[in-house]
Nanobody, 117 residues
Framework: QVQLVESGGGLVQPGGSLRLSCAGSGIIFSLYTMTWYRQAPGKEREFVAVITRGGSTNSADSAKGRFTISRDNPKNTVYLQMNSLKPEDTAVYYC???????????WGQGTQVAVSS
């Protein structure tokens, strides 16, 4: 059974930091591209950042310079370090594991991030 479990969300003041984690099980983690998405109330889910099997990364313009994605394959975990948080970063954050060659895709259940004073 495949599971992706996000953690690390919470309430933080503007300018603060959070580190989200997404732990995978039931898959060979290193074979998957890992992506963070977020969905704010009343809005569609949007891309935040991605890290490939080889460690290449990319992020949305809104995240560049503030968010860093990384992975630890032996720990089956992907991270999203979020700094200089803004109220508009408030959303549920989801991780996704995907493999084009395996034709597989899995989602976590999400973790809530709220940025407010």
């Amino acid at each position: 059974q495949v599971q992706l479990v996000e953690s690390g969300g919470g309430l933080v003041q503007p300018g603060g930091s959070l580190r989200l984690s997404c732990a995978g099980s039931g898959i060979i983690f290193s074979l998957y591209t890992m992506t963070w998405y977020r969905q704010a109330p009343g809005k569609e889910r949007e891309f935040v950042a991605v890290i490939t099997r080889g460690g290449s990364t990319n992020s949305a313009d809104s995240a560049k310079g503030r968010f860093t994605i990384s992975r630890d394959n032996p720990k089956n975990t992907v991270y999203l370090q979020m700094n200089s948080l803004k109220p508009e970063d408030t959303a549920v954050y989801y991780c996704r594991a995907s493999s084009v060659s395996l034709r597989e895709e899995y989602w976590g259940q999400g973790t809530q991030v709220a940025v407010s004073s």
